[in-house]
């Protein structure tokens, strides 16, 4: 499967962005999808991931209640709203895929990749 995120800019503190990634070439609901981020000089950081059915949805402490991941599989989207965002949302955001049955916060989990969008988030 192949993944396109989109999405990213410059926002205010306190504002909201929603990301989107389309995933082409596969199959979507057999995926499990999640998004993570890595900001300047730091590491790749789990973000949120929902089930192929959207019935279970995880969160990293840092975005829970700000953060809701949603998909739409007839549209092969799966979509990131962020909400009151902060200074230290600012990172590069990918989406990923995995067929699941493994830790859901690990990047090595996950078997394809976006290509990234940044969210820059100005105080």
């Keep these: 499967v192949q993944l396109q995120a989109s999405g990213g800019g410059l926002v205010q503190a306190g504002g909201s962005l929603r990301l989107s990634c389309v995933a082409s070439r596969g199959t979507f ?13 730091k590491e790749r950081e789990f973000g949120a991931a929902i089930s192929w059915g959207s019935r279970h949805t995880f969160y990293a402490d840092p975005v829970k209640g ?7 599989n007839a549209k092969n989207t799966v979509y990131l709203q962020m909400n009151s965002l902060k200074p230290e949302d600012t990172a590069v955001y990918y989406c990923a895929a995995t067929t699941g049955g493994r830790e859901l916060r690990h990047g090595a989990s996950y078997d394809y990749w976006g290509q990234g ?7």
């Design 29 to 41: 609901s057999d995926y499990t999808m999640g998004w993570f981020r890595q900001a300047p000089g």
């Design 66 to 72: 700000r953060f809701t991941i949603s998909r739409d």
């Design 117 to 123: 969008t940044l969210v820059t988030v100005s105080s």
